[in-house]
């Protein structure tokens, strides 16, 4: 029993080592369509605060086979 566990911990120690990861490239982003980028108004939505009825609103309706 011993063994899986340090071969489960090893895996996820590995798994997103920033030794290992190769770097990002992102310029596939440089010639995207405006089409594809948010408004003003959409992106203070995303970053407003939430209060505590949204939060539970949210959890109640993630569906009970799933994780929060």
């Known amino acids: 029993m011993e063994v899986i566990g340090a071969t489960c911990v090893e895996y996820y120690k590995n798994l997103y080592n920033p030794v290992s990861m190769q770097p990002m490239d ?20 995303l970053i407003k605060d939430v209060n505590r009825d949204e939060i539970t609103q949210a959890l109640a309706d993630i569906h009970i086979d799933k994780a929060p």
């Not at 310029?27 to 959409?42: K, L, Q, T």
């Open 26 to 45: 992102f310029s596939m982003f440089d010639n995207a369509p405006i089409h594809m980028s948010i408004g003003e108004d959409v992106a203070c939505r």
